[in-house]
Nanobody, 125 residues
Framework: VQLQASGGGLVQAGDSLRLSCAAA????????TGWFRQAPGKEREFVAS????????YYADSVKGRFTISRDNAKNTVYLQMNSLKPEDTAVYYC???????????????????WGKGTLVTVSS
């Protein structure tokens, strides 16, 4: 499975962005998926996760209420809608997928089977 994240860019605080993660090679419709980010000088951190159907979603406290993860299994694509962006959201954002269909602690720990290259999000104040 190859994952390609896109949609990053430079925005101002308070703006919105939608990131996309397109999968190729095989369908990820039965896979759990997640978004992670890594800010300059910091470790990678969990942002959001979705189970295989999108019916269950999980968020880091820092983005809860502002970010929404969703997926379109027909398009083999996962999204991250980011609203009310803050300068502290500046990071490289990565999408990931795991063959296990349901959320577990392993997702928060970043133990995922497949990773995409990141897309940079920069939020200016």
């Amino acid at each position: 499975v190859q994952l390609q994240a896109s949609g990053g860019g430079l925005v101002q605080a308070g703006d919105s962005l939608r990131l996309s993660c397109a999968a190729a090679g095989r369908t990820i419709s039965s896979y759990a998926t997640g978004w992670f980010r890594q800010a300059p000088g910091k470790e990678r951190e969990f942002v959001a996760s979705s189970n295989w159907s999108g019916g269950s979603t999980y968020y880091a406290d820092s983005v809860k209420g502002r970010f929404t993860i969703s997926r379109d299994n027909a398009k083999n694509t996962v999204y991250l809608q980011m609203n009310s962006l803050k300068p502290e959201d500046t990071a490289v954002y990565y999408c990931a997928a795991d063959r296990r269909p349901y959320y577990g602690d392993y997702i928060r720990q970043g133990v995922m089977d497949y990773w995409g290259k990141g897309t940079l999000v920069t939020v200016s104040s």
